[in-house]
């Protein structure tokens, strides 16, 4: 199919913004399906880009600025220059870490996929109608490219891809079938739950963040809300912490907290976990109780319109830990909501500062890691926001 934009739309294009929206579409030429290629033109009958189409408001997602094929050396070119650089990062190829993210939609030029490596599979999740079409010519190329390197890819995206467009599709293996569950991040294990867990089965962006927080755990009290599979409560145990409690919502996120303990600390008892809701174990605990305290919540705006509840949850949240840590206590908060922006947080942070009445400082300033990089042409890549403080 062909797409031809109204006057004035193409300036994005120009500077490789690799979004359009259904707005700056004038008309459509050939069979409208979604998750099909189009090749879009100026209104001066212009080549411009190629990509993705799909009902909604961000209607082609640009694979490629240039005219030519999407084919299997497209995909090979891709995923491979996406592989060499996840090996010059030191990422990958290493034995003492084994999980990374491979591909990240935008910040690789392959919006709408995300691919994370776990030791030997590689977890495939579409984001998009046209990367779920060519699931299968990217599992076969990313074969190709990563070869011995992995045995198995797993399709999960039952929960990412647009609802109304009924495509029925389930989560399973694409190549393989893995028993083995197990991955290393930094010389430590973690179990993966791509099955049924959020995400592609763990959190990776946070990998760099949890080799800070293990800098810094020395002897603490470690509280870690919304821990989810505890990878911060393991970073912790490592960094010599004196306790590390680990606090979620779900039983089954606890239960896969304490294996992960079991996998690298058997039977040590610095470590509790308990099922509960965020707000009400901040609101009951005991002042000074801990004094390292990991705010991670899931995202609190998925979407603009809920911005300003968001904003509110994120003061209301960090007001409790300013209130309970401990003097000299040090405080990581995050958002991973990409509809708040880093001084949005940073002031709903400030704003539970000046209501608590504590004296706060700004240790570090923290984002995502280098294997989820940032399309320079495309700023709303830059998703993960945190701060670490600092609360006398």
Not at 83 to 111: C, Q, Y
Not at 343 to 356: E, L, N, P, W
Request: glycine residues 8%; hydrophobic residues 40%.
């Amino acid at each position: 199919m062909n797409i031809t934009l109204k006057r004035g739309k193409e300036e994005s294009l120009r500077r490789f913004h690799p979004w359009i929206f259904s707005g700056a579409i004038q008309h459509i030429e050939g069979k409208q399906v979604e998750g099909s290629l189009a090749r879009v033109f100026t209104s001066d009958g212009e080549y411009i880009a190629t990509g993705h189409w799909q009902i909604g408001s961000i209607a082609v997602r640009v694979l490629t600025f240039h005219d030519e094929l999407i084919d299997n050396s497209f995909w090979d070119s891709r995923l491979q220059t996406a592989w060499d650089m996840r090996k010059a990062i030191g990422v990958a190829g290493r034995e003492d870490n084994s999980t990374f993210r491979l591909v990240h939609g935008e910040g690789d030029n392959l919006p709408g996929l995300v691919i994370d490596v776990y030791g030997r599979t590689a977890v495939l999740q579409a984001h998009s109608i046209g990367m779920h079409c060519s699931r299968m010519e990217i599992a076969e190329s990313l074969k190709r490219v990563m070869g011995s390197e992995i045995d198995n890819i797993f399709y999960k995206s039952e929960t990412t891809l647009p609802f109304k467009a009924d495509l029925g599709q389930e989560n399973g293996f694409l190549l393989g079938g893995a028993a083995d569950d197990v991955a290393v991040e930094n010389g430590l294990q973690f179990h993966i739950d791509w099955l049924r867990g959020q995400k592609t089965g763990f959190f990776v962006d946070q990998r760099d963040n949890r080799s800070l927080l293990e800098h810094y755990s020395r002897g603490r009290d470690v509280l870690n809300m919304f821990c989810y599979t505890g990878g911060f409560s393991v970073y912790a145990m490592r960094g010599g912490a004196h306790t590390v409690h680990s606090v979620d919502s779900s039983a089954k996120a606890v239960e896969l907290v304490n294996a992960n303990m079991e996998l690298n600390f058997p039977g040590d008892s610095r470590h509790q976990a308990f099922a509960e809701d965020a707000f009400k174990f901040l609101q009951q605990m005991d002042d000074g109780a801990y004094d390292l305290i990991i705010l991670d919540p899931p995202a609190f705006a998925k979407h603009k319109e809920a911005l300003r509840n968001a904003l509110k949850g994120y003061t209301r949240l960090n007001l409790r830990a300013f209130e309970k840590i401990r003097p000299g206590g040090i405080l990581f908060t995050f958002s991973c909501s990409q509809a708040v922006n880093k001084d949005q947080f940073r002031t709903a942070v400030f704003t539970a500062a000046v209501q608590s009445g504590r004296s706060v400082r700004i240790l570090h300033q923290l984002h995502q890691p280098a294997d989820h990089p940032i399309n320079i042409y495309h700023p709303e890549g830059e998703y993960l926001k945190g701060l670490v403080l600092y609360v006398e």
